[in-house]
């Protein structure tokens, strides 16, 4: 929120009550004036020898041209101008204060009434301006947590609606086919177990959901300076990982291949949560790269601080609307939305905020050839990596969807 300062523009009733204010200080100075001269006068007059010593020191200012150029009475008038301009100064510019005061305090009151958008934009003398200037930050900070509060209060709407929605799904299928069941309802045998076996695959699907929304929960309550960190060997961790879907890939007629490039790569992360990302983003090529023959996991050191991670498929091409949300929870690419995937729309959400509390960022390309999820992960725990400048647009989408 930017601020344009500018004076503050009095109106026609500050103006006339700042000059009425001068009219009756200078009074009020003129008549001190007055009681002042008139004493000193007394005083003088009937102290002679006061008189001869202020005569003396007036006549020790005079010029060798016999001009005078001071004299005690001649000091004494300046003096006390001297004093009355300051007087009359130090009056005004206290009324001007007082009026800057009111105008802050009538903003305050507008910020106050709800106009939260709004931050005071005077350019003030002295310590006003820093009370302008903090109040005005103090206000965006306000804004600031509301606008988080909201979005937190929104995101958790959302969660319940979806969670709700995507309970309900497989729960009322649950119930029903358990129902045909309880009344016996099967003509058979045969149909009996296939009632059984939809009642079990949605039950599943329902645990997937709570398994992938618990462990969302506890990803994004974990902290970036609390994280629990180990030095990791990553290409020792990407085959083995590579290795564990050996069995999965061999049922759905698909290769799995690993490389790095690099031999030995120690990073600092969580072993855990770095797994289970790495093993979102296969399970997910598994389950919508439809079409796709290969996935493939690679290692690259970027640099001495950045270590990217791609997994790859050569599956179906994710469409362009969609690039820029996979990463959200609940999302699903629409024609990704079919029984045979079951997905519950936590997986790269999950992926998105591993990688973002160990200070990373995720990116998503696709083409009709390879789909590839990239993870830039920084090699030590403690520093963050910002994207590339052909990746900022890309990454600030994603970052606002979140």
Known sequence: MKTNTKTIQLTHKERISLFTDAVLTSLFILIINFLVFFATEVYYSTHPDWRNTLIRFGNSLIAGNHIELWSWSNGFIVMIAALDMFVLYIRLFMHYKRIQEQHIIR?????????????????????????????????????????EELNTERSKDELISNVSHDIRTPLTSIIGYLGLIENKQFKSEEELYKFIHV????????KSLADDLFEYTKITDKDFNKLETHKIEMKAML???????????????????????????????????????????ITNALKYGIGGKNIYVEGFRVNEKELEIKVSNDGEKIPEESLNHVFDRFYRVETSRNKSTGGTGLGLAIVFEVVNIHGGYCSVASSDELTTFTLHLPIKHGEKLKPNRSEVDNQEVIEDAK
């Open 107 to 147: 903003d305050l009151h507008y910020i106050a009434d709800g106009n939260f958008d709004y931050t005071i934009p005077y350019k003030l003398l002295g310590d006003d301006q820093k009370i302008v200037e903090s109040i005005n930050i103090l206000v965006n900070n306000v804004i600031h947590s509301m606008s």
């Open 199 to 206: 009642a079990y695959s949605k039950a599943r699907q329902m």
């Open 239 to 281: 085959d083995q990982i590579a290795a564990e879907f050996d069995l999965e890939m061999a049922e759905k007629g698909m290769q799995i291949h690993s490389k790095t490039n690099f031999d030995t790569l120690i990073i600092e992360a969580s072993p855990n949560d770095l797994a289970r990302a790495i093993n979102n983003l």
